[in-house]
């Protein structure tokens, strides 16, 4: 089975702090993507990425960059974190734009931000 | 803009009914509309899609409609037992980028 592993379940953070939140995946999946979840809004995507070194901004990309150094994981940064980037953060994975399993996301447990 | 939106926020059914959960979206330059299964605590998982070219598709107890007419797409779940407790989203995936736009998600609530 596909893992797509998010390093930290839950983080506490302050107001102007830098934020990292690491994903890995295990399956050599070209296409990697960051989504925030809040409630009524369902899932916005940040950013994404379609292979190593390349990085497209998503839906809602301020206040957030990424990296995608190697092919396995993808990095989202947040510079300065403020209040409302407090949030669940989904990492999700996939095999690429054009083959038989493009609609399947395999998604990570997801990283709980607070930002005080 | 684009939006992919859900009737209902909350769905409560009897175990054994069947379920209905439904989507309506506003931007027609999907190839793919797609279905997610929420959990508690896990990740969105992939339940179903229907190419765009459809109108019906069937899987294991599960059914995805698409009326494109009215841009509408619902997921049919038959039988529905406790496990299927989750938050269901209905995406779209967007023919010139690959990308997939969510919707803001529907509970359904399994009632013994």
């Known amino acids: 089975d596909v893992k797509v592993t998010q390093s930290s379940r839950y983080l506490v953070k302050r107001t102007g702090e830098k934020v990292f939140l690491e994903c890995v995946q295990d399956m050599d999946h070209e296409n990697m993507f960051w989504y925030r979840q809040d409630p009524g809004l369902g899932l916005r995507l940040i950013y994404f990425s379609y292979d190593v070194k390349m990085k497209e901004k998503g839906d809602i990309p301020e206040g957030y960059s990424v990296s995608r150094e190697k092919k396995e994981r993808f990095s989202l940064i947040l510079e300065s974190a403020s209040t409302n980037q407090t949030s669940m953060y989904l990492c999700?994975?996939?095999?690429?734009?054009?083959?038989?399993?493009?609609?399947?996301?395999?998604f990570g447990a997801g990283s709980r931000l607070t930002v005080l | 803009g684009e939006s992919v939106g859900l009737h209902l926020p909350t769905l409560s059914v009897q175990e054994g009914d069947n379920s209905i959960i439904n989507c309506a979206y506003s931007n027609s330059a999907s190839d793919y509309f797609i279905w997610y299964k929420q959990e508690s605590g896990k990740g969105p998982q992939f339940i179903i899609d229907i190419r765009s070219n459809m109108d019906k598709r069937q899987g294991q107890r599960v059914t995805v409609l698409l009326n494109k007419t009215v841009k509408h797409l619902s997921l049919q779940i038959a039988a529905t037992q406790p496990g299927d407790s989750a938050v269901y989203f209905c995406?779209?995936?967007?023919?010139?980028?690959?990308?997939?736009?969510f919707g803001q998600g529907t509970t359904l609530q399994v009632k013994p």
């Open positions: 995406a779209e995936r967007k023919s010139n980028t690959g990308k997939l736009i």
């Open positions: 999700a994975s996939r095999q690429g734009t054009v083959s038989s399993g493009a609609n399947v996301l395999t």
